[in-house]
């Protein structure tokens, strides 16, 4: 089994000075010496490390060492500084508290080393991942870049960082690395243009020249050989451990890990050449007119080639080196420089040129390694500034440095002994104040805004007139002289201070960590820190892109009058802001301690160390530690990690926390002096107390991981088997319902054959019976019928017996009666019967007949001559009656329907009727023929116009006829009209009158009885109309025309006397004088069907007329 070394076990001298016995500055180094000795180069003080410089490697960093650390309590394990980094790291992944690790210690105690150790430590428990690797990677590989450009051997430090370095770098909620910012604090640029005998210039340089290719050196007009340039010394230029070439490599691959370009690469690299090339470059004076030297550059090659790296206008530079512009005002005057003034210039570009260089890695290095989230983040803040120093002359960087290390010590009796002591009286613990020296004084003495070191500076740097560091020294030795930590030669309240040998151009300041005496040759340049304004703008039209961006104010174009801040005041402010900075974080404090002055392993020069355990205050932080107690808590957090050690507390109190914990220590029966109740902390006064509960809290977090693992595998197996029972039932439900189902239907199957059967069976029965019953039913019913039958037949045959009996006696009776009857009848009937018989069947026969009269009816035309046959001869009269009756009645109907022209027309045709009715042949032809009167249409045809207005009256008849020659009887053509008055005959074609006989004139029309048109008007004798004697005339409406002339002549003539009119076959006509008979005979027929009228004689006018054809 693994055996781990606790803090308090196997420990070689005592791992936390705290239970160092007994107690006194020889003990303490003693026990320092010891553990250095056994490589145990870690102690603690409480929550302090102190790390003692082993100048060698320890088998302590691996990563089985990290792993043994990781997530232990702080003082489990043997002192270590990855306990400090597990613990900080923890609490602020844990706890969220945002953390800071402040390094502290003077120049080559450690503090680089161990900022990277810890961080290293962080990046290796910390969270994994692509990407968390990537940043981690950035994180880490920031330093090689920092350390080659920012630190140089020094003689303290072959390593020595010569700028302050602040890193924050940010976690997630889950405590991986997200990013960083880094803060650098004044870079030493002193050291880039001069080095102190036996130290370098920063590292890059050598390792550019030891390790870039020829190719590349070549490309940067640069020499392998460091003893070509000016700037880097020679005397140191090789230190022993340190392989620049193969540094400039990783710092190469550093510089790409961490996200730089190659060209940004070879600009950096080009900005490190140009400045080596600057310090090569020297001035010769030209003596002018006015007595003056003008400073001229020696050899232009180094120049030349520099302008060339950084495409810089010779010239241009050239002219900075020689003359300098002042801008007064309005006015721009130009100056010439001696050779001191070029000398002065150069170095000063080169040291701003590298400075800014610096800065610019920073900012690029911040860029790539910047949190890419912007959500919350926790920051852990390493702090490693550059250490206490004294060197033999010790300038403004010195005094810079050991100022920010004054805070530092500052921040921290801030922290740990006052604060530690306000506390206990804050909590009520009983307490005897431990004295301890406050460096605040010191503090103020520098940084006094009235009256401080940096305050006069500056005013002496402002200050028109002379300024020389003298008078700045002057001006510190009336202002400062008074105070107890400032000596100068010329002050005179010297109170530490009996050094006579003090140089004149000194003072001494009497830091917490030793006297320092300062040169002030320099102070007010450097506080100054001005660059002419000819040579910013000679870097600002650089075509490097690098340069232009380092010199923006060169650009011509953004002049600003304004004095820049003070390197001085610059640095101050910085300072005060990083202390503010930690003041809000968790401080974790590693002590370094540097064990001799050698840089050598082994050696442990007692008097070094103890000096600075004197000035790290380390006894009095022991000593507070120890009068007061180990370990607090406030009471809340102290219940909720120990409650578990105790069953009234565990898992829940419900009261105030105080008393849980009151509770807890009683029920752990820790003794009462090992403990004190504060105001809102329990205080642990020894750490083994500490120890005794967190051991008790590991083993009962054991059993409560073995409860929990417990109560969570019975959970499980629990929960596992409760769902296979489920599963179990869930299965066999639903196989048994399966089962079940298959039973129930052969069950069922089977109980319905069975039941079918049954059923069967039983139907049938039923049948059977049914069958049986309704046959008996049958039987019962057909022997009741047969039986009902014979009954009735029986009875039947007995009624029929009776009632032919009966009806026997009925038809003899009635036969008897009949013959009774009969006898009677024929009496009676012989008597009367015969003439009711007779009346009764004429009523029927009438009756009938009438019917059928009626009903056999013929139409209502007069002229139909249908009648109904008579059915009995002796209804003839009665018949015929009925016939005339009807006929006469139909005729009635038919001439009430007569207009009063068509009654004329009737009455004329009734007229002729009577007239020629069965007496003239041609009379049945002219029945038919409707009697139109005005044949000519007289009135309308123009051609008889004169005609009709010759005749006064209304004409009623106009025809053509036939006028007989009375000569020969052939005949002519005339019109005739027939008035009311007269008959008028015209000529047909001329219309002309040619006789008009006066009605009363005329006394008879002579007709034959044959079909013939002839007809004679006579007239009366000495009439004017007979003069030619009678008319013979034709006419093919010669019915008509009598007619009309009979009808006009019976009422024309006054006594009211008829026309006669004769028909006869012969008559005779007056001819003049001779009385002519016309004979009409009977004649074949010959032209047509015309008659033809012959004279034979004088007496004889022959007519023959063509006998009808049937
Ligand atoms: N833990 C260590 N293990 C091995 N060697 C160490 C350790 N700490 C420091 N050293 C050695 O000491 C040298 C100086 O250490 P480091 O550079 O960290 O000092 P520093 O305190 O940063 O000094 P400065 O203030 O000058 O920067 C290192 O180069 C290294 O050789
Ligand atoms: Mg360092």
Redesign the pocket.
Known sequence: MEVKTSLLDNMIGVGDMVLLEPLSEDSFLENLKKRFDHNE?YTYIGSVVI?M??????PI?SPEKVEEYRNRNFYELSPH?YALADEAYRSLRDQDKDQCIL?T?????????????VMSYVAAVCGKGQEVNKVKEQLLQSNPVLEAFG?AK?V???????FGKYMDIEFDFKGDPLGGVISNYLLEKSRVVKQPRGERNFHIFYQLLSGASDDTLKKLKLDRDFSKYNYLSLDSAVVN?LDDATSFRTVKNAMQIVGFMEDEIRSVLELVAAVLKLGNIEFKPESRCNDTDESRVRDKNDLKEMCELLGIEQTVLERAFSYRTVEAKLEKVSTTLNVAQAYYARDALAKNLYSRLFSWLVTRINESIKAQTKSRHKVMGVL??????IFEDNSFEQFIINYCNEKLQQIFIELTLREEQEEYIREGIEWTNIEYFNNAVICDLIENNQNGIMAMLDEECLRPGTVTDETFLDKLNTVCAEHQHFESRLSKNSKFLNDHSLPHSCFRIQHYAGKVLYCVEGFVDKNNDLLYRDLSQAMFKATHSLMKELFPEGNPSKVNLKRPPTAGSQFKSSVGTLMKNLQTKNPNYIR?I?PNDK?AAHIFTASLVCHQVRYLGLMENVRVRRAGYAFRQPYGPCLERYKMLCKRTWPHWRGPAREGVEVLMADLQVPTEEFSYGRSKIFIRNPRTLFFLEERRRQCLQDLATLIQKIYRGWKCRTHFLLLKKSQVVVAAWYRRYAQQKKYQRIKSATTVVQSYARGWQARKLLRELKHQKRCEEAVTTIAAYWHGTQARRELRKLKEEARRKHAVAVIWACWQGLKVRREYRKFFRANAGKKIYNFTIQRIMQKYFLGVKSGLPSMSPVDKNWPARPYRFLDAAHAQLRSIFHLWRCKKYRSQFSQERKAVYQEKLEASELFKDKKSLYPSSVSQPFKGDYLEISKNPKYQKLNSCVEEKVLLADVVNKINRANGKGASRILLLTKKNVVLADQKTGQVKASVALPDLISVSVSTQNDGFFALKLKEGSASAVKGDFLLSSEHLIETITKLHHIGSTASDDGEQLDINISDEFLVQFKQDKVCVKFIQAAPKNGNSASCKRKNNRLLEVSVPAATA
């Open positions: 180069i790390s410089n082993p100048y060698r490697s320890l960093y500084i390094i210690g003077e120049s080559g105690s450690g503090k680089t080393e161990a900022s990277k150790l630190n020094t303290r430090n072959d390593n020595s960082s010569r451990g490693d500034i550059y250490g206490f120093e370094c540097k840089k």
